[in-house]
């Protein structure tokens, strides 16, 4: 879905240097193409917004342990569907929360709650709370943010998202999770481009026969419905794994078919850019092929390459949340978005407890980021064109 | 460059702090209200919603429908059978049937519902989760062919086919009174000679012959180590002789779990093996395609034959390969209301499969007149919030079953030679210490509170405390949570050693892991803490979620650690007693044992890897004594307290972990639907509705459509049998080929004919690709072949080993016939191509016909019957089509104007907008978008939008304005979810081309020569740009057949997508396999369309000669 369409023609590359203006009467005189790109960047400014909000999401799922003040399976159930704390600040407590106390509907048995405000629960930056090791290594038990317990007994509860039906803090989970699903994307996309590149290099630098046979495949193979591959591999996939095991299986699965779009840009690039003066020259000179690929063809592959697998981080990370809300992908004790999102196919609970949502609003704005700098990379990608 | 790491710096600040700000918005927007204060209701109302929800069974509400009336005096009394349903009125004007009086016989039933007299008319609409048992479940639900029945809180048990009854003193002879004048649903008439006919001519004929000719009726003639004897005393009085005192008869005869004994002599004799026309027999096995006669007889007694004559209320009459399926009522159905209206009430029954969550869905819409099967206690607040919106009530029953989730060990777990895993597995299950551990080891109370909604208390499985039989001791053995005393208790057994990740190994160090089997319709979530409650004294353990074919199937070889079921037995344990001692092979946690007893006595053959008693001194061995002693003691109270022992022994040994009382048995009545009783004991043994008098139940005020009443009419009349071919064999050639085969066969033989007139007629280009077609299909079936054949212990595998296992003889010869059809011993590469059907290129045989010629193989869902996938499949790849290139048109017609407009009006608000919402919309999953539609219609229009129809129109059959809008109102939910992420991304191709466009040369010169701006938008510039949006319409279409998928399970619409995850999780590969390849010809068509749709568009590409 976010191919390039199937005739899409290179942008126009004209030899860099010159001291020519571009379109919007920047000075493209001296700077190479990488600086050009950037400053084109610079102006995109919902482009640029999205990449602070993911290199933060992308800090925040790295350090999760610390920022999360929660164990994301831990259960706590006298608060079950226990709704969003809103923190206060005041003079008197600083930061603080009310107490939430639950109540049983009489008659329908519904679980729900009101504030307590008599009871405060203490907040605060740097604050203790369970023990965690950062990465599985460093042991530490204070947490960003969180409720201040005693130095002789745990803090009262606080959920800045609510929990879900288990009584699991959401806020925890959704950042444990998203170490999930975004490193899924990413070590995908890895995967993809290792065999993108390569193949469609292969392609496009030899060509002939083998870059007939290649196409061919690439078509026969993209002509695979996705998500029924993906849901077939999901089910072949033996229970006994652990859940390391089926994480790493799951990302290969989601690369299979991406890497088509990959090689077929990279073909097309290494085909025109075969052509060019500048190559032809380095091949008359001597250069091994070697050299040539990676010295002289692969920077202008660069732009291209990161277009394209910037919006194909999206699909991944969907197609993840796809596979585990079917059941198909990662499973109970690890925590993903698209695991989170089960909890959300009953729609009179979504109904009543609508903060469960929260996985499926992280999963939007951190797709919708990848969208919009996907989108800001390809206009800034072509700094030759003219709009 | 100091100022420039800080400003980067300061807007990662900034992105941070608007971040928490969003959070913030949220946290206040779902967050609690902070004026929401405590409920108060008045207390009355509270009182009485908490009485009817705690006691269930009360001395003074006990419901019986059924009316003593003296027959002798029928003629001149109120209930003499004079009215009848205006349909059947109708029939009699026309001739067709006989009046009122002479259907239902001298001496019908008079039943007076709860409510009183009813009206006639309705369709009830029902929906079920399995499509295996559903037509156990609907012989379940009208079973009335049996000769007693119980009342709706149980006791007293009620005449029902029998009018009345004599036992002997001492309980070996009992005498039953039938009803003079009662008939079959086909006219003719019913008397003990049918009964006689089942004992003799299928039971003891099964017998003597070694085949099956009956289903389970041997639970009722078996008594102790002999088989009790049936006589005709007369056309209406048939007589049960017992060697030895037989005190629970009638309760046998009562429960379900019986299969009728009455039989339609009439018509299934022309089929039996010995006493039929052994012509029609021959001549109907091969149209069928049957290959032995037991297997036939049974198929023709199968409620799916509409031929064969029944006596239930509600009959079927048409033959159908799929769901929805429709009965209607029965003419000569022999009940009246104490006003002589000739029941049933209600017209018509149509059953539909629906997955659990769609049934809850609907329930909670008010979608089913009655609902109760498959409602978990977990959704308790859903419909009790939904009652007065939607118009029902919320009748809490007693639920006979006394747990809905049980861990049952399996102590017969299969060994296999050579795997000593499995060996100190099956082991370990028999220590007696390591079940009571696992026991001590569950938090009760917290799964009551997190999954049962705090109702309930920790309880073993036990008939319950108002149940006679009820055991203290068993109801609190080993229900403590005491972990330390369960670490002990592992110690003491020699679970000693631990490994690397902490857990216990097995004595010899080996990595112990257990699987907890549950099926998919039950619910999962108590699993997940008993698997952290184990964890926490060192047992490793994984859930295992699987369809519940593929359960069943692996109970049956015994290859399951532990599976979570429920209660066998029930409320009144001695009739079906199998939580507690081993009676039968549907035993859950011994079912080896009690296999063995089932057929110990019988002259079948069982294997001994498949049935063996207990060893000897096993205090399950002791138990069955017990058992027999029970059944054949000289009174009921003497019975009962023989069966008390065999409560203590489970007691001591624990042979199930239980975690609590059963929650209340929700119903969800609607207010329409009337005469259901308020209180009733809901439970299979007492088969439930039928012991509430189903036939009494009627609506209120139905509003049928007028072609409703014709086609029930018209099913009444004529019965549409099935047609040739069902079984194995496959003789009659189109017989299976439904209009899609015939479509697919065209299809490939199209595309060879074209691709080969079109190079010879000079594009080449165009002729290549669709000669790619060919190389594309292999390849693809073949990754397809291999990914489904991946999975070890496939479906046919195990149906193969329950086969090879089971106790039937004739089995070998079916094993040796389905190797052979399936052809399971030839090499991978051959059962390939057997598949693809190339072997009839060579023979051109219609047995050889594969995937090429349109067959799409063998669904094994119900492995008992296979069902040829292309009638399963029917309409529903012409729906996935349809909706798939309506979506590309909505997506074509919206982006269109739209791009052209962002393009034109770059930069503006407009623009920016219309981005920025495409964006979000290519960003939400498919899924989540449809449950926020769903959502929105539900809450702001007050409409449930799942599935493409409502269910009141799906049982609709003929096409009125209604069922038109009621489609236009759902299928606008699958076009927007699907449309919408293809919608965005064409707007951003078809922009960024006319920008490409209109900033070339020529439109400046265009517009500065004067031309008017819309006819040159619309000449030039958009006719080039369209170049490459047409190019992306042919990837859409494999995007949007994959991506409907998902979109279609969430929805509930059937199209193959959903078919082809339930097959993928049922591991029926064959149907699995096909609905891959189908899908992706369907993708592979799409694309080949734009191409050729492209090259029409493109002279450029005509001209080159497809270079691009």
């Known amino acids: ?387 | 460059m100091k100022t420039g790491k800080l400003i980067i710096l300061a807007k990662f600040a900034a992105t941070a702090i608007g971040v928490l700000i969003a959070t913030l918005v949220w946290v206040r927007m779902v967050g609690l209200d902070p004026n929401q204060e405590t409920r108060t209701y008045p207390p009355e109302e509270v009182e009485s919603v908490q009485r009817s929800r705690s006691i269930l069974m009360g001395d003074d509400d006990q419901p019986v429908f059924y009316r003593n009336v003296d027959y002798s005096k029928i003629s001149g009394s109120r209930w003499e059978p004079k009215r009848e349903p205006p349909i059947l009125a109708e029939l009699v004007r026309e001739g067709k049937l006989p009046p009122v009086r002479v259907r239902t016989g001298d001496e019908p039933a008079v039943l007076e519902g709860a409510e009183g007299i009813g009206r006639y008319g309705g369709t009830w609409n029902m929906a079920t989760k399995t499509r295996m048992f559903i037509w156990e479940e609907m012989s379940r639900l009208f079973g009335a062919e049996t000769l007693v029945r119980w009342s709706p809180l149980g006791y007293p048990i009620v005449p029902h086919v029998a009018r009345s009854w004599v036992a002997s003193g001492d309980s070996k002879t009992w005498t039953f009174q039938l009803r003079k004048g009662m008939r079959w649903s086909d006219g003719h008439p019913f008397t003990a000679h049918d009964i006689y006919y089942w004992w003799k001519h299928e039971f003891v004929y099964g017998l003597e012959n070694g085949v099956r000719m009956e289903e389970n009726t041997d639970k009722i003639i078996r008594h102790g180590d002999r088989f009790g004897r049936v006589r005709v005393i007369d056309k209406s009085t048939v007589e049960f002789q017992f060697d030895t005192p037989n005190p629970f008869f009638l309760e046998k005869l009562a429960s379900t779990y019986m299969q009728s004994i009455c039989f339609p002599r009439h018509y299934l004799e022309q089929y039996h093996p010995e006493l039929g026309d052994q012509e029609l027999i021959e001549t109907t096995m091969k149209r069928r395609g049957f290959v032995n006669r037991s297997q036939l007889y049974m198929e023709m007694k199968n409620e799916n034959n509409p031929l064969c004559p029944r006596l239930t209320p509600w009959i079927n009459r048409t033959y159908k390969p799929n769901p929805p399926y429709s009965f209607v009522r029965n003419p000569y159905y022999w009940a009246v209301d104490i006003k002589g209206n000739q029941l049933p009430y209600i017209d018509q029954v149509t059953m539909e499969i629906q997955t659990k969550e769609l049934i809850a869905i609907d329930t909670a819409a008010g979608g089913y007149p009655a609902s109760f099967k498959w409602l978990d206690f977990s959704d308790y607040s859903i419909y009790m919030k939904g009652r007065s919106t939607y118009g029902y009530e919320v009748q809490h029953w007693y639920p006979a079953f006394r747990s809905i989730w049980t861990i049952w060990p399996n102590l017969n777990r299969r060994v296999d030679p050579g795997d000593e895993i499995s060996r100190m597995k099956a082991e370990l299950l028999n220590t007696k210490e390591f079940i009571q551990a696992l026991s001590l080891a569950i938090n009760r109370t917290a799964i009551i509170k997190a999954e049962f909604n705090g109702i309930g208390e920790p309880a073993q499985l036990s008939p319950g405390r108002e149940s006679p039989y009820f055991s203290e001791r068993l109801h609190t053995s080993f229900v403590d949570y005491d972990p330390d005393r369960a670490e002990r208790m592992l110690d003491s057994i020699g679970l000693t050693n631990r490994d690397g990740a902490g857990y216990r190994t097995f004595g010899n160090g080996d990595r112990m892991l257990w699987f907890v089997t549950v099926s998919d319709g039950t619910n999962p979530g108590p699993l997940q803490f008993v698997i952290d409650d184990w964890k926490r004294v060192g047992i490793r353990a994984l859930p295992k979620l699987q369809s519940s074919g593929l359960v069943l199937l692996e109970f049956i070889t015994r290859k399951q650690d532990f599976y979570v079921g429920g209660d066998m037995s029930g409320f009144i344990p001695v009739i079906e007693p199998k939580s507690y001692v081993p009676v039968g092979g549907g035993t859950p946690f011994a079912t080896a044992y009690g296999t063995w007893y089932e057929f110990k006595i019988s002259e079948f053959a069982t294997s001994d890897r498949v049935a063996y008693p207990p060893p000897p001194g096993h205090p399950l061995g002791r138990a069955q004594d017990l058992y027999d002693a029970a059944m054949q003691a000289p009174t009921k109270e003497a019975g009962r307290q023989q069966f008390q022992e065999i409560m203590d022994i489970a007691a001591e040994n624990l042979w199930g972990i239980t975690i609590a009382t059963p929650p209340p048995q929700i119903a969800v009545i609607r207010n329409d639907f009337r005469n259901v009783p308020k209180k009733a004991i809901y439970g299979s043994v007492f088969r439930t509705p039928v012991n509430l008098a189903s036939e009494t139940f009627f609506f209120e005020d139905y509003q049928a459509s007028p072609g409703n009443f014709d086609a029930i009419r018209d099913e009444i009349e004529t019965v549409t049998p099935p047609p040739d071919s069902i079984g194995l064999v496959e003789s009659s050639p189109d017989a299976r080929f439904t209009p899609i085969g015939r479509l697919l066969k065209f299809l490939f033989a199209g595309i060879a004919v074209a691709a080969v007139v079109l190079i010879g007629a000079k594009h080449p280009y165009v002729g290549r690709r669709l000669l790619l077609f060919i190389p594309m299909l292999l390849v693809i079936s073949v990754i397809t072949f291999v990914i489904v054949q991946a999975p070890p212990g496939n479906v046919i595998e195990t149906r193969l080993m329950n086969l090879d296992e089971s106790t039937s003889p004739g089995n070998a010869k079916e094993i040796e016939q389905i190797r052979e059809y399936f052809h399971l011993d030839d090499p991978f590469v051959i059962q390939y191509a057997r598949w693809m059907g190339f072997y009839w290129f060579f023979t051109f045989s219609e047995a050889d016909k594969g995937l090429i010629q349109g067959d799409l193989g063998f669904s094994l869902d119900d492995p008992r019957r296979p069902q040829p996938v292309n009638r399963i499949v029917g309409d529903r790849i012409v729906l996935t089509f349809l909706i798939s290139l309506g979506t590309v048109l909505f997506t074509w017609a919206l982006a269109l104007p739209i791009g052209i407009y962002s393009a034109v009006r770059q930069y503006s608000f407009g623009d920016y907008t219309l981005t920025l919402l495409s964006f979000i919309g290519m960003s939400i999953p498919g899924f989540l978008l449809a449950l926020i539609l769903i959502y929105w219609g539900g809450v702001f229009f007050d409409v449930n939008l799942t599935g493409l129809f409502s269910p009141e129109y799906e049982a609709q059959p003929e096409w009125t304005w209604g069922k038109v809008g009621d489609l236009l109102t759902h299928i606008w939910i699958p076009l927007v979810v699907l449309g919408i992420g293809g919608t965005a991304g064409m707007i951003r191709v078809m922009r960024g081309n006319l920008l490409d466009e209109l900033s070339k040369p020529y439109v400046t010169t265009a517009r500065a020569k004067g031309v008017r701006p819309v006819k040159l938008l619309l000449k030039y510039p958009v006719r080039i740009a369209i170049n490459p949006f047409v190019s992306t319409i042919g990837s859409l279409f494999p995007g949007l057949v994959s991506g409907g998928a998902i979109v279609a399970v969430v929805l509930g619409l059937p199209t193959v997508g959903p078919l082809l995850l339930s097959a993928l999780l049922a591991e029926d590969i064959y149907l699995a396999g096909s609905m891959l390849v189908v899908l992706s010809l369907l993708g592979i068509a799409g694309t080949l369309f734009s191409d050729l749709l492209l090259m029409a568009l493109d002279p450029r590409i005509r001209m080159e000669g497809g270079k691009r």
């Open chain 1, 1 to 387: 879905m976010k191919d390039a369409p199937h005739n899409h023609r290179p942008p126009d590359v004209r030899p860099e240097g010159g001291t020519g203006h571009d379109g919007d009467g920047l000075d493209t005189g001296s700077l190479s193409q990488a600086q050009l790109i950037r400053q084109r960047f610079a102006r995109h400014r919902v482009g640029q917004a999205s990449l602070y909000l993911l290199v933060l999401v992308y800090f925040v799922a790295l350090v999760a342990d610390f920022f999360a003040p929660y164990d994301p399976n831990r259960r706590d159930l006298d608060f079950i569907y226990a709704p969003p704390q809103l923190p206060k600040f005041s003079l008197t407590h600083g930061f603080h929360a009310w107490g939430i106390k639950n109540h049983i509907d009489p008659i329908t048995l519904e679980k729900y709650y009101t504030f307590e405000r008599e009871t405060i629960v203490p907040l605060g930056f740097l604050a203790r709370g369970h023990e965690s090791k950062l990465w599985g290594l460093i042991p530490f038990d204070r947490h960003f943010f969180g409720a201040r317990g005693q130095s002789d007994r745990e803090a009262p509860p606080f959920f800045l998202l609510g929990t879900d039906r288990y009584g699991r803090d959401i806020l925890s989970r959704v950042i444990y999770g998203s170490r999930i699903s975004l490193s899924i994307g990413l070590i995908s996309i890895l995967v993809t481009i290792v065999l993108g590149l390569t193949i469609g290099g292969v392609s496009g630098y030899l060509s002939g026969w083998v870059d007939n046979f290649i196409q061919r495949m690439m078509e026969i193979i993209s002509a695979f419905p996705q998500l029924p591959l993906w849901l077939a591999l999901g089910a072949i996939m033996p229970r006994d794994w652990s859940g390391l095991t089926v994480y790493f299986a799951i990302t290969i699965v989601l690369s299979l078919l991406g890497w088509i779009s990959l090689a077929r840009v990279v073909r097309g690039r290494i085909l025109s850019l075969r052509e060019e003066d500048y190559a032809v020259s380095a091949l008359l000179m001597g250069a091994s092929h070697t050299r040539i690929i990676f010295r002289h063809l692969l920077p202008g592959l660069t732009s291209h390459i990161i277009v394209v697998i910037t919006l194909a981080i999206p699909g991944m990370i969907l197609g993840e949340t796809s596979l585990s809300f079917l059941g198909l992908g990662l499973r109970p004790p690890m925590v993903s978005w698209g695991v989170m999102l089960q909890d959300c196919m009953n729609i009179q609970v979504l109904a009543s407890y609508p903060w469960i949502l929260a996985p499926a609003i992280a999963i939007i704005i951190t797709v919708l980021s990848f969208n919009f700098l996907g989108d800001a990379l390809r206009d800034a990608a072509d700094p030759y064109s003219s709009h």
